[in-house]
């Protein structure tokens, strides 16, 4: 399941600046010359609305399927043998 929640993270972390067209973070190297901002300097108060990641909706019907079925998922962590 996690990593459907990635495009919620993309999308709550979007609004912090050097973000790719994905809203995944560039490395600081490709921006830090160019750019004398803080990497985290953020406006005084949060927006009262963010841009969805382009891969929010997608991530968000991937969930929606998993959790609509009457008995849960089951996943095999471990062999069943190794204990």
């Given at each position: ?5 990635k495009g ?38 949060p ?12 991530d ?14 089951h ?6 043998n190794?204990l």
């Amino acid at each position: 399941m996690s990593p459907f929640l990635k495009g919620m993270h993309l999308t709550l972390e979007g609004r912090r600046g050097h973000r790719d067209d994905d809203m995944w973070a560039i490395a600081r190297s490709a921006w830090e010359e160019e750019d004398e901002v803080a990497p985290h300097s953020l406006p005084q108060e949060p927006p009262q609305r963010v841009a969805p990641a382009p891969r929010l909706h997608q991530d968000l019907e991937c969930l929606a399927t998993m959790l609509s079925t009457p008995d849960p998922l089951h996943a095999l962590f471990a062999p069943p043998n190794t204990l």
